[in-house]
């Protein structure tokens, strides 16, 4: 439990750091194009098959650990515990089919990538096939953590109700 918890962390704060990169990356090539007349090379490029997706799926890992994906509780506040409970348990099989799924259709994705060396030419070519791993890993990590909550696995003893661990 305390290697998948640390390896949650660490994902979302790789995630983290790719979004100030982004940041930092986008606000140079802007600068750089307006006021020097010199954009910075290929950063449509790199802020697409890099920062974005480990923005979006090496947070994924920590966003289900610490329950904090979107949710609309319309009807979930209207009804009993009993029936909430089945409601949350309905909504992590379900997520946890589909980013297997997804997960499985990326690693064939990825490993594609890999065998050709895949890139990408902007001003400079970008080789993207690292990134197609993280994909994967994402929803991998993602996966494990839905899987310690529908079996009740999770140290919060809420079956995954808030938190996956209180030192999220």
Known sequence: MRAISWLTRV?????GVAVGLMMF?????????????????????VVANYYMIACVFLSLAWIEARGSAISVDLVYDQVGPALQRLMRKCGQV??????????????????????????VDGLWRVTTWP???????????????LILKIFNLDRSGNGGDHEFSHGL
Request: proline letters at 4%; aromatic letters at 14%; a positive charge.
């Open 25 to 45: 990356h986008v606000m140079a090539d802007v600068l750089g194009k307006y006021l020097l007349h010199k954009p910075v090379p290929s950063t449509a490029e």
């Open 94 to 119: 379900f997520t946890l089919l589909f980013y297997a799924g997804f997960g499985w259709f990326s690693w064939d994705v990825a490993m594609r990538a890999w065998r050709v060396n895949e890139t």
């Open 11 to 15: 994902l979302g704060l790789i995630a």
């Open 131 to 145: 990134a197609k791993f993280m994909l994967p890993v994402g929803l991998g990590i993602a996966c494990l953590i």
